[in-house]
């Protein structure tokens, strides 16, 4: 009887060893997929990039490299004068991401822990601004920013249009909607008897914010900060409409200074694209561990 059960036994676990979940393996594929798609353009400009312009030139992109040199680097730093727009991009991504979680939070506190009518509504109006098309509003923002004025400690033509001011501006107000978005949804998280301990304490408005909130948030904050750093850094479209001046432009435009009229050195620009990309993946890995934390954050709840 013992022989029998163990037989028995010794077949299911066969059987069991044979099921192979079908959504396993499906998603085994997909994020091997997804990966492969997004490595192979990195890699090949990665390639590109340490191989001589003329080498390219004499046999083309996609062959095997008699030569690998860092050379191209030396050259895309020093002729773009990267360095120069580098400090202009963090004039510009540094304020705005600090400027945007700033209010973001204030309006998502508000929008969740005062209870006033027009709360839905304010939170809907934040989440269709996200909805507008950039290009939809260039033409009256362009003639907006020639109108209003500015400080000239703040922009040299006093106003708006040709300002790292201005440009800092319109980031902030287009990223604005998103990030209250969701950290509303993440202040909803917190449990009320916590706010309502603080109430009893004494706590005013601002200490259950600042000492409060914020502190709970901050896996979020920091998941937006790298998402914020990563979208602001890397516009293109907002600096070369509003900026008229190319030496105040960011550092995405330092790649076009690379292209020439009739002739445009790809491993030149390869090596600066790569050199481009550092900072961000930089940001990214100093805050992976609370960016993770951000996304997860109330996944586990109720």
């Given at each position: 009887?013992?022989?029998?059960?163990?037989?028995?036994?010794?077949?299911?676990?066969?059987?069991?060893g044979?099921?192979?979940?079908i959504?396993?393996?499906?998603?085994?594929?997909?994020?091997?997929?997804?990966?492969?798609?997004?490595?192979?353009?990195?890699?090949?400009?990665?390639?590109?990039?340490?191989?001589?312009?003329?080498?390219?030139s004499?046999?083309?992109?996609?062959s095997?490299?008699?030569?690998?040199?860092?050379s191209?680097?030396?050259?895309?730093?020093?002729?773009?004068?990267?360095f120069?727009?580098?400090?202009?991009?963090?004039?510009?991504?540094?304020?705005?991401?600090?400027?945007?979680?700033?209010?973001?939070s204030?309006?998502?506190?508000?929008?969740?822990?005062?209870?006033?009518?027009?709360?839905?509504?304010?939170?809907?109006?934040?989440?269709?601004?996200?909805?507008?098309?950039?290009?939809?509003?260039i033409t009256?923002?362009?003639?907006?920013?020639?109108?209003?004025?500015?400080?000239?400690?703040?922009?040299?033509?006093?106003?708006?249009?040709?300002?790292?001011?201005g440009?800092?501006?319109?980031?902030?107000?287009?990223?604005l909607?998103?990030?209250?978005?969701?950290?509303?949804?993440?202040?909803?998280?917190?449990?009320?008897?916590?706010?309502?301990?603080?109430?009893?304490?004494?706590?005013?408005?601002?200490?259950?914010?600042?000492?409060?909130?914020?502190?709970?948030?901050?896996?979020?904050?920091?998941?937006?900060?790298?998402?914020?750093?990563?979208?602001?850094?890397?516009?293109?479209?907002?600096?070369?409409?509003?900026?008229?001046?190319?030496?105040?432009?960011?550092?995405?435009?330092?790649?076009a200074?690379?292209?020439?009229?009739?002739?445009?050195n790809?491993?030149?620009i390869?090596?600066?694209?790569?050199?481009?990309?550092?900072?961000?993946?930089?940001?990214?890995?100093?805050?992976?561990?609370?960016?993770?934390?951000?996304?997860?954050?109330?996944?586990?709840?109720?």
């Amino acid at each position: 009887m013992s022989a029998a059960t163990a037989d028995v036994g010794s077949v299911s676990r066969q059987q069991v060893g044979r099921r192979v979940p079908i959504g396993r393996i499906l998603s085994y594929v997909l994020m091997i997929g997804a990966t492969v798609l997004w490595l192979v353009p990195i890699l090949f400009a990665l390639y590109v990039s340490l191989r001589p312009y003329a080498e390219t030139s004499k046999l083309g992109y996609v062959s095997l490299p008699h030569k690998l040199t860092f050379s191209n680097y030396v050259n895309a730093w020093q002729e773009s004068d990267m360095f120069h727009f580098f400090l202009n991009s963090v004039l510009i991504t540094l304020p705005a991401v600090i400027i945007t979680l700033f209010l973001a939070s204030l309006v998502a506190f508000v929008l969740t822990r005062v209870n006033i009518k027009i709360n839905v509504a304010m939170l809907i109006l934040f989440t269709a601004g996200n909805l507008l098309p950039q290009q939809v509003i260039i033409t009256p923002l362009y003639r907006l920013y020639l109108l209003i004025p500015l400080p000239h400690f703040l922009a040299d033509s006093g106003l708006m249009y040709n300002s790292i001011a201005g440009l800092v501006a319109i980031n902030v107000a287009f990223q604005l909607g998103f990030c209250v978005f969701v950290l509303s949804n993440f202040m909803r998280t917190i449990p009320d008897e916590m706010y309502e301990a603080a109430i009893v304490d004494g706590a005013s408005l601002w200490t259950r914010y600042w000492k409060l909130t914020l502190p709970l948030v901050r896996p979020a904050l920091a998941a937006l900060a790298t998402l914020l750093t990563t979208w602001i850094y890397n516009d293109f479209f907002w600096a070369i409409t509003l900026i008229e001046t190319g030496s105040r432009r960011p550092v995405t435009s330092a790649l076009a200074n690379l292209q020439g009229q009739f002739v445009s050195n790809q491993n030149l620009i390869a090596a600066a694209a790569m050199i481009v990309a550092i900072p961000t993946l930089v940001v990214y890995m100093l805050l992976q561990r609370q960016f993770i934390s951000g996304l997860t954050l109330g996944s586990t709840k109720g």
